[in-house]
């Protein structure tokens, strides 16, 4: 894999000192622009906020108590929305679809400018609708943390435990088919 997929993973411990420019912002909103985006339509839209602005203090208004313990540390918080789409399914996933790999771009470009990048789905929507007038036509689904991972010792131990735990997926075997579902793509004869 490439070293930046290889080393990316969700950090919470951040140093909330550090700050992002708008410059390397702007890159990070960019990879998400530039994302593959279904039928051409781009229903994705951001709202951005650094920290100690406005807007970073109404997005961490909205997390969740779980990341209202790591994430205000974050240098910027991304609220990431797409089109709602309620009367039409197909429209509706595709625009969900587009905001992932939104962020899996954005996740990456970030890394390469040495910022760690954590989605979420912990904040209330609802809030964020409210406080951000977003429309009717929009939702939030994913706020994205970037932080600088702060050293070891500087984070508090609860949070330093978490991002000690072991970094886990399924064997490829378990989710890579071929032949028929469950016959493990990795044991099919290779012509
Ligand atoms: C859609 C989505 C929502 C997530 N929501 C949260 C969240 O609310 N809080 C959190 O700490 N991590 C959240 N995560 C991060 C996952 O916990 C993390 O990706 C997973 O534990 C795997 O770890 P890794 O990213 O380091 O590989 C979310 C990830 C995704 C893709």
């Known amino acids: 894999m490439h070293e930046l997929i290889e080393g990316r ?4 411990g951040y ?3 550090a700050e992002i420019s ?10 998400g622009r530039w994302a593959p985006t279904w039928g051409r339509v781009q229903p994705v839209r951001f709202v951005v906020g650094r920290r100690a602005d406005d807007t970073f203090a109404g997005l961490t208004e909205t ?3 779980g990341n209202a313990g790591w994430a205000p540390a974050s240098a910027a918080l991304i609220l990431v929305c797409t089109a709602a789409e309620p009367d039409d399914e197909k429209a509706r ?6 905001v992932g790999l939104a962020v899996s771009q954005m996740i990456l470009q970030a890394n390469s400018i040495g910022f760690n990048a954590h989605p979420m789905a912990g904040f ?3 809030k964020a ?6 429309p009717e036509d929009r939702r939030p689904l994913v706020l994205l943390g970037l932080g600088a991972v702060a050293a070891p010792e500087q984070v508090a131990s609860d949070i ?5 735990r072991p970094r886990t997926r399924l064997p490829l075997d378990e989710v890579a088919f071929a032949d028929t579902w469950g016959h493990p793509f990795t044991s099919s004869p290779h012509p």
């Not at 702007?26 to 990879?31: I, K, P, Q, R």
Request: proline letters at 0%.
């Open 22 to 31: 708008v410059d390397d912002l702007t890159s990070v909103l960019d990879a």
């Open 129 to 134: 609708v409210r406080r951000f007038a977003i």
């Open 93 to 98: 996933t595709y625009a969900a679809v587009d």
């Open 15 to 17: 140093d909330a000192t």
């Open 63 to 65: 997390l969740t108590r």
């Open 9 to 12: 993973w969700s950090a919470r």
């Open 124 to 126: 209330d929507a609802e």
């Open 160 to 164: 330093r435990e978490r991002d000690e």
